[in-house]
């Protein structure tokens, strides 16, 4: 199976800042890659999908890179809203895996 | 407007079955598949398995390989999750969600929250 590595677990951030969070692939995965946000008692949100394509409604802040194995999620300036957890996850031959997540806290 | 709704809180206790239900609405049942996740107290998503809405073909996690079975009602655009042998570890939140068929998911249920307890 294909394991998903995020890091770092747990980023403390302030309104305006710009933050990257990185998912590792155990192998290559093309550009099979998504990233969701959940909020605390909510159901995941799809945010980009094929590594970098924004999920129609998500801001434009957010934005998606990589391919093979490795892949950043980047939030360009953010917001309140934001602080959240994210995860990444992996497709391949109908298997899929998300990463352990990484939760972003409000500095 | 695409709309997944699951099925209401399940109390279980260990050694039972629980069956979860996502009734959608929206689009054409049949053009998507369907994941389960399952997400334990305070802790990550875990993909559990995908059947195709269609042909009923299913993948399933190995870690649940002989519990699980996941199933379709397309009269009603309904999917099903069945897991068996529960154990107190399977205490989750269970979310079902809409593949796209190009490996992500695109529209979750609101999650169904199963308890395995004495």
């Known amino acids: 199976d294909i394991q998903m590595t995020q890091s770092p677990s747990t980023l403390s951030a302030s309104v305006r800042d710009r933050v990257t969070i990185t998912c590792r692939a155990s192998q290559s995965i093309s550009n099979w890659l998504a990233w969701y946000q959940q909020k605390p008692g909510k159901a995941p949100k799809l945010l980009i999908y094929?590594?970098?394509t924004l999920e129609s409604g998500v801001p434009s802040r957010f934005s998606g890179s990589g391919s093979g194995t490795e892949f950043t999620l980047t939030i360009s300036s953010l917001q309140p809203d934001d602080f959240a957890t994210y995860y990444c996850q992996q497709y391949n031959s109908y298997s899929y895996t998300f990463g352990q997540g990484t939760q972003l806290e409000i500095k | 407007q695409v709309h997944l709704v699951q099925s209401g809180t399940e109390v279980k206790k260990p050694g039972a079955s629980v069956k979860v239900s996502c009734r959608t609405s929206?689009?054409?049942?049949?053009?998507?598949?369907i994941n389960w996740v399952r997400q334990a107290p305070g802790q990550g998503l875990e993909w559990m398995g995908w059947i195709n809405s269609y042909s009923t073909k299913t993948k399933y996690a190995e870690k649940f390989q002989g519990r699980l079975t996941m199933t379709t009602d397309t009269s009603t655009s309904t999917a099903y999750m069945e897991l068996r042998s529960l154990r107190s570890d399977d205490t989750a939140m269970y979310y079902c969600?809409?593949?796209?068929?190009?490996?992500?998911?695109?529209?979750w249920g609101q999650g169904t929250l199963v308890t395995v307890s004495s």
């Open positions: 969600a809409r593949d796209t068929n190009w490996g992500f998911l695109d529209y």
């Open positions: 929206g689009y054409t049942f049949t053009t998507y598949g």
């Open positions: 094929k590594a970098s």
